[in-house]
Every structure is written in structure tokens, then in C-alpha cells.
């Protein structure tokens, strides 16, 4: 079974009321703490990377090796998606390395700065589409914009989506699933108090649910931003400054209002430093990376599987067996 599409995945979490985390990686080690967090809770899972972000020399020799890792967890069911394609041609290509689901972040024009306008946004996104059904692969697309940043370049300012333009867009485009803004944001600094329904507006999330029901939400940005790990990489060099996430109360709140998926790379990074930093500083004489990697995997495997738990997805792997 191993790996199966983003569509499949979302269709069974609707079924059974459950949001399915969506973990960026970027390196293998990473990637086999989410794997082994999946099936120590028995979760299906959906394993993401972006484009050019990964530890690795190339993205093909990164995906080849993701693929290689995931054939060796038969009884997990994976999505292998990318996240934030930034265009066609880099859909196609993850598509060609049999990614089994894609996003196509047609939010911004090609200088990832500026707001593409609603038809582009369509436009670039549908050829994604047709390409992809053309293979069997999911799609993402995204509507509004997130804020922060996913690949710790450009900041981008939050637009709101719009329920209309949703329900537009996703008759347009034919998406299988839909990011949408609601005033989340990516990285390590999101909100400076916390958050309420006049930053997180989770009132959204319902009134586009209820005009594109076959099409999944998408919730990007869910990081929680632990205090307690931040307290730890400042404790020891580092200097990240004090934020506020999204809470996991919101996170699980989210899945009853018809979030499926739920997009998180920050909180585990966070744990995988953490637990990196604290080994370094405490052992100065050791530099072996297997010793140091290890402890941030086993940090971040169960970072993950904590959220598995919160979002229901642990114990539905047999859905799809
Ligand atoms: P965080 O930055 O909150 O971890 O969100 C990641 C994300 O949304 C990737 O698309």
C-alpha cells in the first residue's frame, strides 16, 4: 500500500471526522521520524517538502530517496505531496517523481512577491490539474495568502480568502483540496499575543466548507511555536524571539469545522534544534552527526506523534488497508 493519494487520504478523514498533519521534511533523517511517529500511532500521514529546501544536494536525489524510505513502511499509508509549488513546471516534475500529490501555490506571480490576480491563479493552477489527473495525483491549490514565509526568503502579507471566489476557483480549477488564508502564517514568528478570533479567523473555515463541500480545506501555518522548545534553543545559543502559534485546541477545533489538512513544519524543526543544541552544548566534545541527528529524530518523531493524536488521525491507518 505505502503510498496513496492526497484525495484518498482527506476522503477518509472526512469520513471519520479526523484532520490528517501534513509535516514538512528536509532531509531523510526527518523523514523517517515522521514515518516511524505514523506507525507507532498507526496514522495515515502526508509527508511534504518544498521545492529547493531540503538539506540534500538535489531535489531528485532527495525525492528518490524519500520514495526509497517510504517503500520500507508497506503498512503506513503515505501522501507524498509538495508543498508550495511555485509553478507548473516544478508540479510536473515532483509529479514525474511520483509524488502523489502536489500544490501549486499560484497565489503569487512568478517573482514569488507580488499577488497574482485571481485569473492567473486559475489559470496556472488548471494546467496543473489536467496534468495531474492525467498521472492520478492530487492537487492543492491556494486562495488569499498566507503570510511569513515557507522557505525563509520572501515575507508575505495575509490575504483573507473569500468564500465566493472559493467556490469559483474550485469549480475552475477542479482542486482536490484548497489552502485557504485565514490569517495564519509560516515560520517562527506568527502571532505577538495569542490568538484570538480577530487574527484567527476560524469563522472562515465554515462558510467556505459550506460552499465547496467536496473539496478539503487546507490549514497552512499550524505550528503551535512550544514555549518550552523555544526556552530550550535560546537556553542554548539560541535567540528566537517570543510568539505565539496556533494553539492545539484551535488545531483540533479546525477538524470539526472542515479543516482536513493540517500543514506543519515549524513545531517540529523546533524540536528536532532543540534537542540538537541542548546535545551539542551539553557534550562539547562530541561532533558526530549520527549521535546528534539521532537525538533530534527521536525528538521529532515524538513531537509528531503527539499531534497525530491531537488531530484524530491516530489508530485510522486501517481505513485504508
Ligand atoms: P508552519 O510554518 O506553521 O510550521 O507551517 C508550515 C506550512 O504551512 C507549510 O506549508
Not at 7 to 15: E, F, G, N, Q, S
Not at 167 to 182: M, N, P, R, W, Y
Not at 250 to 269: F, P
Request: hydrophobic share 40%; net charge negative; glycine share 10%.
Amino acid at each position: 500500500m505505502a503510498l496513496i493519494t492526497l484525495r484518498a487520504a482527506l476522503d477518509a478523514a472526512k469520513d471519520g471526522g479526523y484532520g490528517v498533519g501534513a509535516f514538512n521534511v528536509t532531509d531523510l533523517v526527518q523523514v523517517e521520524a515522521v514515518l516511524e511517529a505514523a506507525r507507532e500511532t498507526d496514522s495515515p500521514v502526508i509527508v511534504q517538502t518544498i521545492v529547493g529546501a531540503s538539506a540534500h544536494g538535489s531535489d531528485e536525489l532527495f525525492w528518490d530517496a524519500m520514495r526509497t524510505t517510504i517503500a520500507r513502511y508497506p503498512d503506513v499509508p503515505v501522501v507524498l505531496h509538495l508543498d508550495h509549488g511555485p509553478s507548473y513546471d516544478d508540479c510536473v516534475r515532483a509529479i514525474d517523481a511520483g509524488f502523489t500529490s502536489v500544490m501549486i501555490d499560484g497565489s503569487l506571480a512568478e517573482d514569488r512577491v507580488t499577488h497574482a490576480t485571481f485569473a492567473e491563479n486559475v489559470a496556472v493552477t488548471a494546467r496543473v490539474t489536467a496534468y495531474a489527473a492525467a498521472h492520478g495525483v492530487s492537487v492543492e491549490g491556494e486562495l488569499g495568502t498566507i503570510g511569513g514565509s515557507e522557505d525563509g526568503g520572501v515575507h508575505k502579507e495575509i490575504v483573507l480568502a473569500d468564500p465566493d471566489e472559493a467556490a469559483q476557483f474550485v469549480e475552475s480549477t477542479g482542486v482536490d483540496a484548497l489552502a485557504v488564508a485565514i490569517g495564519t502564517s509560516h515560520g517562527a514568528y506568527k502571532f505577538s499575543s495569542p490568538p484570538d478570533g480577530t487574527v484567527l479567523h476560524m469563522d472562515l473555515i465554515s462558510a467556505i466548507a459550506a460552499r465547496v463541500p467536496d473539496t478539503h480545506l487546507v490549514m497552512h501555518g499550524s505550528s503551535s511555536l512550544p514555549a518550552d522548545l523555544r526556552e530550550v534553543i535560546n537556553a542554548h545559543g539560541g535567540t528566537l524571539p517570543e510568539s505565539w502559534g496556533v494553539p492545539e485546541s484551535e488545531k483540533a477545533r479546525s477538524t470539526k469545522l472542515g479543516v482536513r489538512k493540517i500543514n506543519q513544519g515549524m513545531d517540529s524543526h523546533m524540536a528536532f534544534a532543540a534537542a540538537v543544541r541542548s546535545y551539542l552544548d551539553e557534550d562539547g566534545i562530541n561532533v558526530d552527526p549520527a549521535l546528534y541527528e539521532r537525538r533530534g529524530r527521536v525528538a521529532m518523531q515524538q513531537l509528531v506523534a503527539e499531534r497525530m493524536r491531537v488531530f484524530g488521525q491516530a489508530g485510522q491507518a486501517s481505513r485504508h488497508r
